[in-house]
């Protein structure tokens, strides 16, 4: 008894000193005791109440995620769409995907979910809570916290306006003596929308839209709230956190407003948390910004478990189209291991556009601009951010992966698009991390200009909602775009997931293969299976010196993609346009 006593006190301090780092600049008067003493509270209950026991780590070479809206698979005149993803998932992707990224499928004002009304609730048009719980038995469910902001539709902004709970204070407002000159901006409009409250007028922040209010964290009541959401959530079936634009979360006056002490602090606290708990989670950090300030988030392995590999979509694209490893091999030189227990979450194509912050200072103005000029060809648009006195910066582009990489300046006609495409998978497969693989892209999905058309959002492009039946009719035609993809991309991953190299953290080293060639060498952590990835990255056939990879002479070697390839006993091997080869001595 003695020694839980002291365990338990230990709890205590460890989420009280959080407590304390993240609130002792707010009041000196905030009760940090009381508020420990409630998450404890919680941790507490939900032990006694949820009985769920420990999951084993899903960090391995067969953890693979799949992106989709709840409602990417639609069946006209039917709702319950979650339904019907359940029924395709089964028959046609659980063999490859362990993991499900549902985008916020909760009640929402606009951008596709992120203004979140109440995230306690399932929005009717795509099912209820049940529906997740049983997709939680054939995999791991990861869920947005959309923690930033919230809508301005919902019950805690009408009780903010009211001075009412839940909701009283629960909104970031400022006065003329806070400084936003500083501020980094992702997005064009003005930063401060006027709102009518109960007895006067105030400026809030919104950093995304004027309907997406931005939560005040200086109230340690908000804080308890997302931890309540966070139980409720694994409750319910969701093991994973995505914790959504959370790089803004915390303000302060004569600061950029992002990145600061106090929301790392808070993702410290949350993680202590989760820990504590009788099952296991994860958390996600969705940081789309630079490579350093997107690294942090790792913590001292004391963060997020898993953070998002932002430089990689431009990265690869820029690769692809102007026919170039220079760029991608001096960065993926230069990407630190991750520590066991965290990884990258490596993708290409997302819900949201190519981010393009997360270039800077690895592409110059020069690239920038030639990668900017050739999407624009491709029939892509372009998001802006704002910056203080210098106008306006593209800070995503609106495009589908697979209209992005159609065409190049030496492929004018498009003629390997779909080997462009494969190629782009194939070396996302290879690196160090988790791959994400966004829905629309297990089936090369082009533009949705008709979506486009009646919305005018860039960001719709990329949303494209598939009628259950069409897709099947695509996929039935073997020779057509959807089923070629979607065959090809199965196979992939089919080999990926059976190779310990492959796992999130076995060894990296990217290889000097010349230009035309992007090459890595992994290692599994046991040190028995290496494996080559090569992958021509040009229109035209390459040869290639098969004494450049240093293969140990007394094993066999040979191609798992394409088994017949002779790999042993051979000088040299020529690398079709867009061919990868993953060349393997297990």
Known sequence: MKNSSKVSQLIKDDIQSKIIQIYKSVDPEINTFYYTRKINDLIKDFNQNIKLGKKEDICSEKTILLISYADNLKIKGEKNTLNIFNSFFKKKLKQSFNCIHFLPFFPSSSDSGFAVKDHSVIDKRFGNWDHIKRLSKDA???????????????????????????????????????????????????????????????????????????????????????????????????????????????????????????????????????????????????????????????????????????????????????????????????????????????????????????????????????????????????????????????????ITLFDLLSRTDYDKKGTYKIKRFLAAHAIMFSLEGIPGIYFNSLFGTSNDISKFKISKKNRDLNRHKWDLFNLQKKLGKKNSKESIVFSEIMKLLKIRKNQEAFHPNATQYTLDLGKKIYGLWRQSKDKRQSIFSVTNITSESVEFNLNRLNLIKNETWRDLINPKTKINGKNSIRLKPFETLWISNN
């Open 140 to 398: 791991n469910i990861m869920a947005d916290i959309v923690i930033n902001h919230a809508s301005s539709k919902g019950v805690w902004f009408r009780n903010f306006l009211k001075n009412k709970d839940p909701g009283k204070d629960y909104f970031f407002s400022v006065d003329r003596k806070f400084n936003t000159k500083k501020v980094i901006r992702p997005r064009e409009h003005p930063l401060l929308q006027k709102f009518k409250m109960y007895d006067s007028q105030k400026k809030l922040w919104c950093t995304f839209s004027p309907d997406q209010v931005d939560l005040n964290f200086k109230n340690p009541d908000v804080l308890i709230d997302f931890v309540k959401i966070m139980m409720n959530f694994i409750s319910k079936g969701i093991s994973i956190f995505r914790l959504d634009a959370v790089g803004y979360l915390w303000k302060e006056t004569n600061t950029e407003c992002v990145n600061l002490p106090q929301t790392h602090q808070i993702i410290k606290l949350f993680r202590l948390i989760l820990e504590r708990l009788n099952t296991r989670s994860w958390i996600v950090t969705e940081t789309n910004l630079p490579g350093k300030q997107n690294l942090s988030y790792f913590g001292n392995n004391d963060e997020a478990h898993w953070i998002y590999n932002f430089s990689l979509p431009p990265l690869v694209a820029y690769t692809l189209l102007f026919e170039d490893s220079s760029q991608i091999s001096n960065w993926s030189k230069s990407m630190p291991p991750a520590r066991n227990g965290n990884t990258y979450l490596n993708f290409l194509a997302s819900h949201d556009g190519i981010g393009m912050r997360p270039i800077e200072g690895i592409l110059n103005e020069l690239q920038s601009n030639k990668m900017f000029s050739r999407i624009k060809k491709n029939k892509g648009k372009f998001s802006y951010r704002k910056i203080q006195g210098k106008g306006k910066k593209i800070y995503e582009a609106n």
